[in-house]
Every structure is written in C-alpha cells, then in structure tokens.
C-alpha cells in the first residue's frame, strides 16, 4: 500500500490559480478582439495574466519543494518539530490539524510506544481526509496507535489535562473559528497533562495575528506553563531553497514544558 500525503499547496488551490491565469489571457484575446490595441483595458488584461502565470509557476514550484516525492520539505519541517519535542515516546500525542497525517505518522514511527491522536476539521481547502490519515497509517505500518478524530481546533473534544505530549504544525494560522490565537493556543495546551511537552510550529512572526511574541509568551508564563522557549523565523533554520523562505517568512516554533 502507498501513502498519499497530498501538499499544503493543494490541488485545488493550483487549479484555481490556473483558472485565474487562463482566464485573464481569454480576457486580454476578447478585449482585442472588440477593442483592438487601442484601449489600456487590453494592456491591463494582459499584465494581469502574465502577473497570475508567475504566481501560478512559483506556487507549482514550491508545491515540488515541499512534496514527499519531490522536495521532500514537509518531512524535514516535521523532523524539525518532532526533534525539540523533549519526550520519552510513553503516553499518547496529540496533533492539531493532522491534514492527512504526516505529522502524527512521523511521531508514531520516532516514538515506537507511543500513541498517536489526530484531529482536524477537513474543510475543502486542502483535500485531506480522516480515511486518508487511517491508510497512511496503515502503509507505514503505524496503523494500530493511530487514531484520527474530526473536531475544531478552537475547542477541542478532549478533556482538560489528557494528554502526555502536543504537536501542530502550519495549523493555527489557518484556523477561522478563533480569531484570538493566543485563545487557540492555550486551547491546545489545555488538553495537555500537566509536566507534559509541546512543539507547535506556525507562523507566529505574524504580527496582525499574534501580536508581540515577547507578550504572547509572558502570558502563557503568567498562566501556569512552567517552561516555554521560542525559536523565531524557523526558516532560516530549516534547510530549504530562497523562494520557499519567502513563502514561510515568519514562521516558529513554541516548545516547552506545561
Ligand atoms: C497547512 S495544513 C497542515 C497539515 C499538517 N499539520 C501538516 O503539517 O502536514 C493546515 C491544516 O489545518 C487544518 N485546519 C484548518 N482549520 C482547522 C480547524 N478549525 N480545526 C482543525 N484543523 C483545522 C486544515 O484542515 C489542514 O489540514
């Protein structure tokens, strides 16, 4: 059986940007053909279409990049996370916003006795699906400590204080249902037991979104998480080429200790 982690950048989303790009050059051909050369409308046409073409070209790009048959970048992105998880494997993780797995499938495999909770919601955007995350356990031979649960990360189905360890990665910035991320946050890590560990990885350098990083961690210090560390502009840290560091411009890593 083969695993099928899909891409952040979805099919979907590609299909759209070709459908804008192929769009504006039908725009730009009807203009000249009504206008001819003499209207700008045909002009602005055009450079729209050339402007969605290059999008469309850098998106497919870093789609190859991040791919697990290409690139292979969203497997060191969750090498990176799970490797500052201080945790000795024993108890059961939680991953908020599996997607199609990947994440909780790689702590399964480095964490041979653990087991393994994910949850997403699988809106459209990208595609994934609960099935999805269960055959690409069963490929990697993980099958039987996964576990995978529909839900919204910004209130969780699980109890407070449940589980030993906690791990998202490029989810909380994509969560509509909670405005306030710091609220997302300390959602999450309401589910972890006390003395339990967490590595979230997200694009906290996000200002409009999560304000002064230095506050957002005072916070979470105020409110009883005994150790946190922040590993700022995880992209400069993780190899990966140019054009991708511009893509996750801001991203970092929240780990530590409830
Ligand atoms: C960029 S993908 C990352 C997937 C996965 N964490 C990974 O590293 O491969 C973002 C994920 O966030 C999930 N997501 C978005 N909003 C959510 C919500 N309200 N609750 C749970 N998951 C959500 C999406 O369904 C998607 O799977």
């Not at 946050?185 to 409009?208: C, I, P, Q, S, W």
Request: glycine share 10%; charged share 20%; aromatic share 14%.
């Amino acid at each position: 059986m083969k695993t099928n982690y899909g891409n952040w950048i979805s099919t979907p989303m590609m299909k759209t940007l070709a459908f804008i790009a192929v769009g504006f050059y039908a725009l730009t051909g009807a203009f000249y053909v009504i206008f001819g050369t003499e209207q700008a409308a045909v002009y602005i046409a055009f450079l729209l279409a050339l402007f969605a073409t290059i999008v469309t070209l850098y998106m497919a790009y870093c789609r190859f990049v991040f791919s697990f048959e290409g690139g292979g970048l969203m497997g060191r992105i969750h090498t990176y996370l799970l490797d500052h998880l201080a945790w000795d494997g024993i108890g059961t993780v939680l991953d908020v916003g599996c997607g199609s797995g990947a994440l909780s499938i790689a702590a399964a495999k480095k964490f041979p006795l653990a087991e393994v909770q994910g949850m997403d919601y699988w809106g459209a955007m990208w595609n994934y699906a609960k099935e999805q995350c269960e055959r690409n356990a069963e490929a990697e031979g993980v099958g039987a400590r996964c576990c995978f649960q529909q839900g919204d990360a910004a209130k969780l189905d699980f109890p407070d204080n449940h589980f030993d360890a906690l791990i998202s990665n490029f989810v909380f910035h994509e969560v509509r249902t909670q405005k306030d991320k710091y609220l997302l946050v300390m959602e999450a890590l309401r589910t972890l037991k006390k003395g339990g560990t967490f590595a979230l990885h997200d694009t906290y350098g996000n200002r409009d979104m999560y304000g002064d990083m230095d506050e957002f961690i005072a916070a979470m210090r105020e409110e009883g998480i005994a150790d946190v560390s922040y590993i700022p502009h995880t992209e400069q840290e993780i190899p990966m080429p140019p054009p991708l560091r511009m893509m996750l411009r801001g991203a970092g890593l929240l780990y530590g200790t409830k």
